[in-house]
């Protein structure tokens, strides 16, 4: 069975500081890893990482991915109280039919 | 910016009734998903679709569900008989591409459902 596990599960911090999400992966026929931002409803699509040791970035946000351990981390820089969320690991598998197993998230709080 | 739109936002029903969730996807999209994320818990996959058939479904996609592309934009989700543990959010997802490559998904608002 497919798994992602994503630690912590939830995470508070103070504006300013620097976060790193975790996830780990155990899933048959790796396609992708893709980070979603999830505030009050719809999944936001962050990052897609297919190749090890690529770093994606956006702004605040970076991401990269290790297909030899099987993790990713996020890294979030100087948060900002808008950055609270809860952050989605998924992870793309299959071979002709392509579907996303999601982690617990983590729930990220930045407080004033 | 293009956007997975779906409706209701909030669907309430009674045990034992049928309800269609309903869904459009990115114009441009070929492959449309369905997920569900019952409250406190992980977002699931339930079914994906390609070329007007289902390409993969879960363990969760009993016969109690049935999915449909009715016309050129529209994408369905039907309960047959709800029961109370299909009480969830209802995502509905598109991508440019799954099969082959590794596109994003790109997910709408959701769909509440509360079966009484």
């Known amino acids: 069975e497919d798994k992602v596990v994503q630690s912590p599960l939830s995470l508070v911090v103070h504006e300013g500081d620097t976060v790193t999400l975790n996830c780990s992966y155990e899933?048959?026929?790796?396609?992708?890893l893709l980070w979603y931002k999830q505030e009050k409803k719809a999944p936001t699509f962050l990052f897609m990482l297919?190749?090890?040791?690529i770093e994606k970035k956006s702004g605040r946000l970076s991401s990269i991915l290790d297909k030899k351990e099987l993790f990713s981390i996020l890294n979030i820089t100087a948060t900002q109280t808008g950055d609270s969320a809860v952050y989605l690991c998924?992870?793309?598998?299959?071979?002709?039919?392509?579907?996303?197993?999601f982690g617990k998230g983590t729930l990220l709080t930045v407080n004033p | 910016e293009p956007e997975v739109t779906q409706t209701p936002s909030h669907q309430v029903t009674q045990m034992g009734q049928e309800v269609i969730l309903r869904c459009v996807p990115i114009?441009?999209?070929?492959?449309f998903y369905w997920y569900r994320q019952i409250l406190g818990q992980k977002v699931e996959f339930l079914v994906s679709?390609?070329?007007?058939?289902?390409?993969?479904k879960s363990e969760i996609f009993d016969d109690q569900f049935s999915v449909e592309r009715p016309d050129g934009s529209n994408f369905t989700l039907k309960i047959r008989s709800t029961k109370l543990e299909d009480s969830a959010m209802y995502f509905c997802?598109?991508?440019?591409?799954?099969?082959?490559?590794?596109?994003?998904?790109?997910f709408g608002p959701g769909t509440r459902l509360t079966v009484t």
């Open positions: 899933v048959t026929n790796f396609r992708s």
């Open positions: 297919t190749s090890s040791g």
């Open positions: 998924a992870v793309g598998s299959g071979g002709s039919n392509y579907k996303l197993t």
């Open positions: 997802a598109s991508s440019a591409a799954g099969q082959g490559d590794s596109y994003e998904q790109y």
């Open positions: 114009s441009n999209h070929l492959y």
């Open positions: 679709f390609y070329n007007n058939e289902i390409s993969e």
